[in-house]
């Protein structure tokens, strides 16, 4: 099976992955993500589902909303993904290919 490299994968063997896992995924969003403060003041909570491409580099791009919730919050979820440092690509046959993640982003007042 012939791939060209612009073909983005919506299934592969081994999933996208933020290095670390998911535990340091999110101990980094712990520590990058910052709640609005106009959504704080209008007591927005809620989850944003932000969908994306995880190059063969790791590198994200094309990121797009799945569902918003405003406030800022859409944003925030977004820059904070566009910001990660690389992931470690999705596999198909062992091979790094460029695959589409969807990430739900948590906000809650505490």
């Known amino acids: 099976m012939v791939e060209t490299a612009d ?3 919506d299934f592969v063997e081994v999933q996208a992955m933020f290095k670390g896992g ?3 995924w999110y101990a980094y969003l712990k520590k990058n993500l910052d709640y609005p403060s106009q959504a704080r003041r209008m007591g927005t909570e ?3 589902i932000v969908r994306f491409v995880v ?3 790791g590198s994200i791009q094309d990121l797009e909303f799945l569902r918003t919730i ?3 919050c859409d944003e925030e979820a977004k820059e ?3 910001n990660s440092p690389n992931w470690t690509p999705g596999r198909i046959g062992g091979r790094a290919v460029r695959s589409r993640m969807t990430m739900p982003i948590r906000f809650r007042l505490n």
């Open 7 to 9: 073909v983005i994968n």
């Open 46 to 48: 809620g989850i944003v």
């Open 55 to 57: 190059n063969t580099d």
């Open 80 to 82: 904070v993904i566009g």
């Open 22 to 24: 998911m535990d340091a």
């Open 70 to 72: 405003g406030g800022g």
